[in-house]
């Protein structure tokens, strides 16, 4: 199986890598490959730069596709490439997975159309002034639609990810992953912690 | 302030990008560099690579160093390169972190003796074994020892660097980070619940 994460510039490192470190504990059984509109260097917006090996020309076929949110969202929802990209793979991918504001790129592709799906708190809007197609759920860790599971902001996306791997691996598995990278794993996706803080956002609050 | 994550080989992604999430979350007021042996793509034992961007002989002076584990700790503990590079800089540096088998490496090199330090649980001995000078705490999340704070496997570093810019940059702006990142932080430095692992390692469970 391969899983292909789209990266983009000034994406969130945990929203990729939260999710990264849970499918890599897999070994073997699952091929994690890096895809960018172009490839080489991909900064996030924390500094460091992730090398993307593909690009969106030459994307190999994928099993499962994660896409990371970050304030470089909102130039990628007016980037046609991107959304060109994600409108051509996701839906020939079995899962296609969103953390934080990444929802907001599937939403603005038409993807989650008639589906459950979230997104982080503090900017929830972002995502569900999107589509109004969409059955936006604001009080989720995460939810999950089949084809397409979507996460609330940055850390959610490590619950998400594990709770695929229960879905695709099952559940011993999650479970020692969970306690090989001691991670004390959440495993109700309606408990979110964070959804008093629903569209809270204030640009200074990290000053 | 600047900080510098030393990666190598192998690294466990999660060791290097929970904490840099965290500390990139302070924004401008701290910049994060990625040193390795080498200037260019650094391969995590997942598969994705990072850029470094600085190599051991142009690295910048540095307030803060983290190093994280992985399967690669075991060559890099016979890297004079390596060893050489920590003993040179992490006296100048005024916190020095390390996630899972990293404190290993700190071990090897000699930094730790004398002082507390923790490390991850299933493959604590392979730490543990690197310096008998080390008071080395089974039962611990992170240990701070002031200039070097060493945390448990994986998922630890994380609640680790909250504690180090709590410590910082003070409790409110710790939490307001965990909070924007919609993370259950674990502000209990001995709160371990997976110390009943300690030395459980069987390379075949995650197989």
Same mark, same amino acid.
């Given at each position: 199986?391969?899983?292909?994460?789209?990266?983009? *510039?000034?994406? $969130?490192?945990? /929203?990729?890598? !939260?999710?990264?470190? %849970?499918?890599?504990?897999?070994?073997?059984?699952? $091929?994690?490959?890096?895809?960018?509109?172009?490839? !080489?260097?991909?900064?996030?917006?924390?500094?460091?730069?992730?090398?993307?090996?593909? /690009?969106?020309?030459?994307?190999?076929?994928?099993?499962?596709?994660?896409?990371?949110?970050?304030?470089?969202?909102?130039?990628? #929802?007016?980037? /046609?490439?991107?959304?060109?990209?994600?409108?051509? +793979?996701?839906?020939?991918? /079995?899962?296609?997975?969103? &953390?934080?504001?990444?929802?907001?790129? =599937?939403?603005?592709?038409?993807?989650?159309?008639?589906?459950?799906?979230?997104?982080?708190?503090? =900017? =929830?809007? #972002?995502?569900?002034?999107?589509?109004?197609?969409?059955?936006? &759920?604001? *009080?989720?860790?995460?939810?999950?639609?089949?084809?397409?599971?979507?996460?609330?902001?940055?850390?959610?996306?490590?619950? %998400?990810?594990?709770?695929?791997?229960?879905? &695709?691996? !099952?559940?011993?598995?999650?479970?020692?992953?969970?306690?090989?990278? $001691?991670?004390?794993? +959440?495993?109700?996706?309606?408990?979110?912690?964070?959804?008093? =803080?629903?569209?809270?956002?204030?640009?200074?609050?990290?000053?």
């Amino acid at each position: 199986m391969r899983l292909g994460a789209v990266l983009y *510039n000034d994406f $969130e490192l945990l /929203d990729a890598y !939260g999710p990264l470190e %849970m499918f890599g504990c897999l070994g073997e059984e699952l $091929e994690i490959v890096v895809i960018a509109e172009q490839k !080489g260097g991909v900064t996030s917006s924390a500094g460091p730069q992730t090398l993307a090996e593909y /690009d969106f020309e030459d994307a190999p076929e994928l099993d499962m596709l994660l896409l990371p949110g970050g304030v470089g969202t909102v130039p990628e #929802l007016a980037n /046609d490439a991107m959304l060109t990209f994600l409108k051509t +793979h996701c839906p020939k991918t /079995d899962i296609n997975m969103s &953390v934080c504001s990444g929802s907001a790129l =599937f939403a603005k592709a038409g993807l989650l159309d008639g589906l459950q799906a979230t997104s982080n708190k503090m =900017f =929830f809007s #972002l995502a569900s002034s999107q589509s109004d197609k969409v059955d936006w &759920v604001e *009080n989720a860790r995460w939810v999950d639609a089949g084809q397409y599971v979507t996460s609330s902001g940055v850390s959610a996306g490590t619950d %998400m990810a594990l709770a695929v791997i229960e879905r &695709v691996f !099952g559940v011993d598995r999650a479970r020692m992953i969970s306690e090989f990278t $001691e991670y004390q794993w +959440h495993t109700d996706a309606d408990s979110d912690p964070f959804a008093k =803080f629903l569209n809270q956002a204030d640009s200074a609050m990290l000053g």
